[in-house]
């Protein structure tokens, strides 16, 4: 793994059937470590210094059925099976305000 200056990695989770995007974390080789001897997602805190199981206050737990490398080792894609909301903010994916798009080149003639 490239990990940041800090040691940490960018970890994409999604919920494992569906593909949706549910949250991005980070996660340091301990964090990993945890996560794949567990089967429990456990990520690290910037703000608080400190690791995090994700439901461990919460109860809205993830249950992860596998962790893949991106091709140029500087992110972790974390499939999961979410409980709940995977937001702090109670909604099913951090991902629910869209930005409004304007462009009119959509690729077709790429």
């Known amino acids: ?7 940490l990695v960018a ?3 999604r919920q494992h059937d569906s593909g ?5 974390a980070w996660m340091d080789d301990e964090a990993l470590h945890r996560t794949l001897t567990t089967g429990r997602a456990t990520y690290w805190s ?5 690791y995090w199981v ?9 249950y ?4 893949a490398i991106d091709c140029d080792g500087d992110a ?5 099976d979410q409980v709940g909301p995977a937001c702090h903010t109670g909604h099913r994916s951090c991902f629910f305000e869209e930005l409004p798009v304007t462009g009119t080149d959509h690729g077709a003639s790429r």
């Open 64 to 67: 992860v059925r596998s962790v």
């Open 54 to 62: 994700k439901g461990a206050t919460s109860g809205h737990h993830q």
């Open 20 to 24: 949706e995007v549910l949250m991005v």
């Open 46 to 50: 910037r703000s608080r210094r400190e």
């Open 11 to 13: 970890a994409v989770v």
């Open 76 to 80: 972790l894609l974390v499939s999961v």
């Open 1 to 7: 793994l490239r990990r940041t200056p800090d040691g």
